[in-house]
């Protein structure tokens, strides 16, 4: 070919290195040569209890009309969740995941001469966002393994239009009460957007842990992203959705794509989000998995940082090398060297069978 078109390129994205998903069960069997139905995968945050019934037979229902565009404004879906959420449906913004919000804000706010803050050990979609965009990283060194919101909001100069915060953080699992919260956005200017990515939100038991409505309702620049993809089961279906002041959410909607949400997608989260039994299944069973993990970490004389997500970060030494020797035994974890975090495996809860599974590889590698 005689045309480089990676060159032609801009310079943000010339710059980027492709995001590297979980490793998927068949990639393992295959490369290993193991029995798919062998494997345990707690790498990718999933709900271990697969979907929601009731959002199977919500598919079911919907099948017959794979002919027709979906709704594109997402009627039915966002009248549900501003019911539930006492909002206006202008209000909310509906994705492909809530990284396509993410996406889609930095699209809207974020440009060469601007710049966006976030934290070391966030989530690797931000400077994924920041640099396609071609705006500049100010990222912020980290505090016990989560969010300095002090020095955060120090970092904020007059080029700053976007902050992003994870909470809780994806990967550490770390978390912020509506106190830190309140205080950092009284210092954030009014023309500095906050984004509060809250993907792991109905996990979270903490007394005090913000009310991201009354956020909402105190701070117009406020923008909180939330998802199907845990909780709730649907992450092979990628939707998600944004809370914000209608003038945020119709700014956004200049730049979402028609139909970027399909209709199987729309009617299975419609499902999920009215079926309560399934929400509190998912919850207690990580909770038991969060306390067994957690005693099996302190028996073998591992360190971990205490998560309310529904993953946990632990300290096995060399990861990459633990890594490897757990895919042999058909169990697949997160090594997260990409985050720089060269002695810590992100380990999603799973079903306790799943979670022993392991336990007991972990106690047999290292």
């Not at 994705?95 to 993410?102: E, Q, V």
């Not at 016990?144 to 970092?155: S, V």
């Not at 007394?207 to 199907?228: E, G, H, K, M, W």
């Not at 990459?320 to 720089?340: D, F, M, S």
Request: glycine content about 6%; hydrophobic content about 40%.
């Amino acid at each position: 070919m005689s045309c480089d078109f990676f060159k032609l390129a801009n310079a943000g994205v010339q710059g980027l290195m492709p995001y590297q998903p979980g490793k998927p069960v068949e990639e393992v069997a295959r490369e290993l040569n193991l029995d798919p139905n062998s494997i345990v995968k707690l790498a990718s945050n999933e709900n271990p209890h697969g979907p929601s019934p009731k959002a199977l037979e919500a598919i079911q229902r919907e099948l017959a009309e794979l002919t027709r565009y979906p709704d594109g404004s997402g009627y039915r879906l966002k009248a549900a969740l501003a019911k539930q959420l006492d909002l206006s449906p202008r209000q909310i913004t509906l994705g492909n995941g809530s990284n396509d919000l993410l996406d889609l804000i930095g699209r809207c706010w974020l440009a060469p001469g601007r710049n966006a803050v976030y934290s070391e050990y966030a989530f690797a979609v931000y400077p994924i966002t920041t640099q396609a965009a071609g705006a500049e990283h100010k990222v912020v060194p980290a505090k016990d393994w989560g969010h300095d919101l002090p020095a955060m909001a120090a970092a904020i100069d007059e080029n700053t239009r976007v902050v992003f915060i994870a909470n809780p953080n994806n990967p550490t699992g770390t978390w912020l009460s509506e106190k830190q919260l309140r205080e950092f956005m009284a210092r954030v200017p009014e023309n500095v957007l906050v984004v509060l990515d809250e993907a792991y939100v109905e996990y979270v038991q903490e007394s005090v842990y913000p009310d991201a409505l009354q956020l909402l309702q105190d701070y117009p620049n406020l923008i909180v992203c939330r998802t199907f993809s845990k909780a709730y089961g649907l992450a092979a279906l990628r939707v998600g959705y944004s809370l914000s002041s209608v003038q945020i959410a119709e700014t956004i909607n200049r730049v979402r794509q028609p139909f970027n949400v399909n209709s199987l997608a729309l009617e299975a989260a419609l499902a999920a989000l009215g079926d309560e039994e399934y929400l509190q299944q998912s919850v207690v069973t990580n909770k038991a998995g969060m306390l067994q993990l957690e005693t099996a970490f302190r028996e073998l004389g591992l360190n971990y940082i205490p998560s309310v997500g529904n993953f946990i970060c632990v300290d096995v030494g060399d990861a990459e090398v633990v890594n490897q020797a757990l895919l042999k035994e058909g169990v697949i974890v997160r090594p997260l060297r990409p985050y720089r975090m060269n002695n810590h495996l992100r380990v999603s809860i799973g079903l306790p069978e799943e979670n022993q599974r392991f336990i007991d590889a972990l106690q047999k590698v290292i």
